[in-house]
C-alpha cells in the first residue's frame, strides 16, 4: 500500500533446482519446493501498460528472473485490467508508485523471514514498462533517482515531466515501426531528450502489442534484445 494505492505486485526470481519429496494422496507425486537460487540477483521492475498486468506478461517475466534478476512487477491500482473504475489520467502517480514498490522490495533483502533474504543485489536496479508503463519507466529517471536505477527500457512509451534527470542511467528504447497506439514519432521525441547512453531498436515489421507475448510475431526479438540488455548494463 502507498497513500492508501494498493500495488499487489508479482515477483519472480532464479530457483534453485527442485528438491523432490514424496508426495502423498493417491496419485503418489513428488513435490516439488522452489527456493531461490544462490547468490545475488540485480533488481527489474517492470510497469505494465493501460488496461493491462503483469500477468499478461508472465512467460517473459519468468524468463528474465531465470536469467538472473529478482523482478517485480505492480498492479496498478486504477490503470490495470482489474481496475474497479479505470482512470488513465492516473498514470501521473505511477512513477511514485514504482518508487514505492522498488523500496519495498528491496527491504526483502534484509529480511530475514523472507525467502529472498540475502539474494537480492540492493546496488544493480533497473526498470522496464510498456506503453503507459514505458511513461511510468521514464518518470522513475528523473533528478535526484536514486543511483542505483542503472538501467531503463522503454517498450512503446513516451515521457514523463521531468525525466531523464540526475545520475546517468544506460537507456533502451524499443518501438514497433506500425504502432498507431504510441507512433514512432511519439517514442522518438522521448529518445531524443535522453542524455546518456542510450539504443533505439525500431522493429519494422511490429505493432503496438505484437512482441510482448510467446507466439507474437517479434516476442523472441525482444525477449533476447532485453535479456541482452538487462545483463549488459548490470552485470
Known amino acids: ?13 532464479p530457483a534453485a533446482r527442485p528438491t523432490a519429496g514424496h508426495g ?3 496419485s503418489g507425486r513428488a513435490k516439488t519446493q522452489r527456493v531461490p537460487a544462490a547468490g545475488r540477483f540485480p533488481l527489474v521492475l517492470f510497469s505494465h501498460g493501460l488496461r493491462s498486468s503483469p500477468e499478461r506478461f508472465a512467460a ?6 531465470a536469467a538472473g534478476f529478482v523482478v517485480a512487477a505492480p498492479t496498478y491500482p486504477h490503470t490495470s485490467e482489474f481496475a474497479p473504475r479505470f482512470d488513465r489520467g492516473d498514470i501521473v502517480r505511477q512513477p511514485d508508485d514504482a518508487r514505492h514498490v522498488l523500496r ?30 514505458g ?16 538501467a531503463g527500457v522503454i517498450l512503446a512509451g513516451w515521457a514523463a ?3 531523464f534527470a540526475g545520475p546517468p542511467a544506460t537507456m533502451l ?5 506500425a504502432d498507431p497506439v504510441v507512433p514512432v514519432k511519439v517514442s522518438r521525441a522521448a529518445y531524443d531528450r535522453v542524455p546518456w547512453p542510450k539504443s533505439y531498436i525500431l522493429m519494422r515489421r511490429d505493432s503496438h502489442g505484437t512482441y510482448l507475448r510467446p507466439g507474437d510475431r517479434g516476442y523472441a526479438a525482444m525477449l533476447a534484445t532485453t535479456t541482452d540488455f538487462l545483463r ?3 552485470g
Open 1 to 13: 500500500m502507498r497513500a492508501g494505492r494498493p500495488l499487489t505486485t508479482l515477483v519472480f526470481y
Open 24 to 26: 502423498g494422496g493417491r
Open 60 to 65: 517473459a517475466l519468468s524468463s528474465w528472473a
Open 104 to 133: 519495498e522490495v528491496l527491504r526483502l533483502d534484509v529480511d530475514r523471514r523472507d525467502a529472498l533474504s540475502g539474494h537480492i543485489d540492493t546496488e544493480r536496479i533497473a526498470a522496464l514498462g510498456h506503453s503507459a508503463g
Open 135 to 150: 511513461y511510468t519507466t521514464s518518470g522513475l529517471f528523473v533528478a535526484g533517482h536514486d543511483p542505483r536505477l542503472r
Open 161 to 163: 515531466p521531468g525525466a
Open 173 to 177: 528504447f524499443i518501438q514497433g515501426k
Open 232 to 234: 549488459g548494463t548490470l
